[in-house]
């Protein structure tokens, strides 16, 4: 089976959060287990050098969008075994970053456009068109309504997959129709027209032959107008062609025993696990000892990652005897929040306002408890890489998290961390309080919970299997 993943960021190349981590491991799984996936990605500026020089020229041609007429070429590297093709057009995106222009619709429309245009002449004909959240929600819709009646895209299917509902791509409808070329119809309430503009994320969702979330929950989520962004009734309605397939992480990149930004490799070696924690203490200027809980956050600083949560109970979590050590960037408030308790608690919290990605998996692998309180979280990672680090999860029970930390039950000796359901400040500080209790007073029950963790399977394996199920389904 041939299948491209098109999507608007991947890993190693350029990165503003977790859809590029999925786009940069998943296609490698997939190839493991016999499918031909490739991936196709703008070729931004801020792409590496060393990538950029590493690609060869494959085609060019000239793409109408609307009255434009625009130069595309195709560049191709192959990285990790998976082949990657680059869609170049220095005007839309040899710029700064990858987001937040004033041409967005634009941008990736002329991506959705040129990655449908280029196929029959990169001599690829894949059988599913995988796309990955609203910059590429046009591919379905313009395959189906400018390309489906020639005899090389007749038989391709589309599949959409929903990293984050919140991002739905919005733009005025005479924008779109500048853009698409799409008859009058494509713009009723039942069709792209979305806040009174047209969405790219939505025409996606209505028009690809099948959908996929990254959690089981989350796809039960967003059947429900508090969770539904306004699309809750379009995905009820298309409730027979949403699956939810939780998210893996890339084992080889995620793996404490080979991980070179380590002090000391491990895999369930707590006095190992120990040694990175008091050289992460040390580093940080806490104070260095083994036996105080060292909670972490990895994450953006905004509200969905339940910072309003933090905010409002903060004075209690340092009052444990706790060290807090945050790692991130997001909203000023928040940033000035951490700032300001590290100021005042300079051997209890650590706040490191910026984002580095080795640190980041030191303080995985430094840490005993990983807090989560998102407000929701349609998959989550950072809980994964925290199981496979041995450090112990506390999450609230929404998408992805609840479906992949299973609440530890004192009594039955199940269970993988913590959780609380309601999104309240209290019942997160009881969650946080109780795991305390269990790493100071109970060793048994620690273990225990380290021991459960240790059984846990959240490589790619098993999702891939998933999405090939499907694949074959929309197929066959």
Not at 57 to 72: A, D, I
Not at 465 to 473: C, E, G
Request: hydrophobic share 40%.
């Amino acid at each position: 089976m041939k299948i491209l993943f098109a999507a608007s960021e991947a890993v190693p190349f350029i990165k503003t959060g977790g859809l590029a981590d999925v786009i940069g491991s998943l296609p490698k799984e997939l190839i493991r287990q016999d499918l031909d996936v490739r991936v196709i990605l703008p070729k931004y500026g801020d792409i590496p050098a060393k990538y950029r020089e590493a690609m060869t020229h494959v085609t060019s041609f000239e793409v109408r969008l609307g009255w434009r007429k625009q130069y595309l070429g195709i560049e191709m590297l192959v990285q990790d075994g998976v082949t990657f093709y680059f869609v170049d057009n220095e005007y839309y995106y040899k710029r700064p970053g990858i987001y937040g222009y004033g041409d967005e619709a634009e941008r990736f429309g002329f991506y959705c456009r040129g990655v449908i245009e280029a196929l029959p002449l990169i001599d690829f004909q894949p059988d599913v068109i995988h796309c990955h959240d609203w910059q590429v929600g046009m591919i379905p819709v313009l395959l189906k309504a400018h390309y489906q009646h020639l005899p090389f895209f007749h038989d391709i299917k589309t599949m959409m997959t929903v990293h984050n509902l919140k991002y739905q791509g919005v733009f005025s409808q005479e924008v779109f129709r500048d853009l698409f070329g799409l008859s009058d119809d494509h713009f009723s309430g039942t069709a792209l027209e979305l806040h009174g503009g047209a969405s790219f994320l939505k025409g996606g969702l209505l028009y690809s032959d099948q959908l996929t979330t990254v959690s089981q929950t989350y796809a039960e989520e967003i059947q429900t107008p508090y969770y539904g962004e306004f699309l809750d009734s379009l995905l009820r309605h298309r409730k027979d062609q949403l699956t939810g397939i939780v998210n893996g992480i890339d084992y080889e990149m995620f793996d404490p025993m080979t991980d070179p930004h380590l002090v000391v490799n491990y895999r369930d070696s707590l006095s190992k696990k120990t040694q990175n924690k008091l050289a992460l203490q040390e580093r940080l200027g806490l104070k260095v000892d083994a036996e105080i809980p060292m909670i972490v956050l990895v994450t953006r600083l905004v509200q969905q990652k339940g910072l309003d949560l933090i905010q409002h109970v903060l004075s209690e979590i340092i009052s444990l005897n706790i060290q807090l050590v945050v790692l991130g960037t997001g909203d000023a408030a928040y940033e000035q929040m951490f700032r300001n308790a590290a100021a005042l608690h300079p051997t209890k919290v650590s706040a490191q306002i910026y984002f580095d990605e080795a640190l980041a998996h030191q303080f995985y692998a430094a840490s005993d408890l990983f807090l989560m309180p998102s407000q929701f979280e349609p998959c989550g990672i950072g809980q994964l890489i925290a199981l496979r680090y041995r450090s112990v999860p506390i999450v609230r029970e929404t998408g992805g998290l609840k479906d992949t930390v299973q609440p530890y039950n004192e009594f039955t000796g199940e269970g993988t961390g913590f959780s609380f359901t309601n999104y309240n400040a209290h019942d997160m500080l009881h969650s946080i309080r109780r795991a305390v209790f269990f790493y100071k007073n109970d060793r048994e029950s620690w273990m225990k919970l380290l021991h459960n963790m240790k059984k846990g399977d959240f490589s790619w394996r098993k999702s891939a299997q998933d999405y090939i199920a499907l694949y074959r389904k929309m197929t066959s």
